[in-house]
């Protein structure tokens, strides 16, 4: 369906994984207040409407490159007119914000709408002037990422200090996975994204220079994930010290490893479906954390 391509149905529900998984994970174990099962999936809801919302305003403003970088993929004024998807993305937004409301109004907290409207416009200005420029566009769409698991601890202030680091560590490796994806993608995508006049890092700095940078995040990525490892071994969460390991941080210097061997539009879509791979196998690890935890309880 049209639609549903457009708005990135996938990528919709990674989304709501990702929050689920934090809260069932981490948030309902603690008896939130202000999240439980309703709000929650207000909330969530919330989160994914302005998401497909941005898809939709982002390809908007991205027809011509688009046709030059994946033409097979179109659905603007192919399947939907442009009309429809703007009057789509202003609906989505709206809907998105009473969501927001309703929870906030539980709470009492009606400042902290101004996350949901911060987002939304983040995500109009992305797709109409930072994603043309450097390294701007990459750490907005990270912080957009991070702010999906940021918002839950906005929305539950009765969170102890323990489960709110725990989303904070999670919320600080979107960030920088999502960061890399992004300047990966603009690799991918350089050749249209040069003849529309953009000035992404591929296209400032080189392919070279772009695989170097990501190869610097992945180590930022890897060091605290070893510390983790090391440390959950020393006291006994060996599952998870495993898990970390063997699934993220050996992926990821697998993945450093690939990175330059070629500078094909089809080695950086590989690529950048493997940090996709490594993003969900990293949410994944809340489960390991949701059972170790129980388990300790249980001693």
């Known amino acids: 369906m049209p639609w549903l391509q457009l708005i990135r149905w996938k990528n919709l529900l990674i989304i709501f994984l990702t929050q689920f998984l934090a809260w069932w994970c981490v948030i309902l174990p603690g008896a939130p207040q202000v999240l439980t099962c309703t709000n929650f999936l207000c909330l969530a809801l919330s989160t994914m409407?302005?998401?497909?919302?941005?898809?939709?305003?982002?390809?908007?403003?991205?027809?011509?490159?688009?046709?030059?970088?994946?033409p097979q993929k179109m659905v603007l004024e192919v399947s939907i007119p442009r009309k429809q998807a703007i009057i789509a993305h202003t609906i989505l937004n709206v809907i998105a914000i009473l969501l927001a409301a309703y929870v906030a109004a539980q709470a009492h907290h009606f400042e902290w709408l101004l996350l949901q409207g911060c987002c939304s416009l983040l995500l109009w200005f992305y797709s109409t002037h930072f994603k043309r420029q450097y390294v701007t566009g990459n750490v907005v769409v990270a912080i957009l990422t991070a702010l999906t698991i940021v918002s839950l601890v906005i929305y539950e202030p009765s969170m102890h200090y323990?489960?709110?680091?725990?989303?904070?560590v999670y919320a600080y490796f979107a960030f920088m996975l999502t960061w890399i994806r992004e300047i990966v993608k603009d690799m991918e995508d350089h050749i249209g994204d040069q003849t529309e006049g953009c000035v992404t890092m591929p296209i400032k700095k080189g392919l070279d220079y772009s695989t170097r940078f990501c190869i610097v995040l992945s180590v930022l990525v890897m060091l605290p994930l070893g510390y983790a490892s090391i440390t959950l071994f020393q006291r006994n969460y060996t599952l998870l010290s495993l898990y970390i390991t063997a699934v993220l941080i050996i992926p990821i210097i697998t993945w450093c490893l690939f990175l330059p061997w070629k500078t094909?539009?089809?080695?950086y879509h590989k690529a950048s479906s493997g940090v996709k791979a490594i993003m969900l196998l990293g949410i994944c690890s809340l489960l390991i954390y949701h059972f170790q935890l129980h388990t300790d309880y249980a001693r």
């Open 264 to 267: 094909t539009t089809q080695h």
């Open 162 to 168: 323990f489960p709110k680091m725990v989303l904070l």
């Open 49 to 70: 409407l302005i998401a497909a919302a941005g898809y939709i305003i982002n390809d908007y403003f991205d027809i011509k490159i688009d046709s030059i970088n994946k």
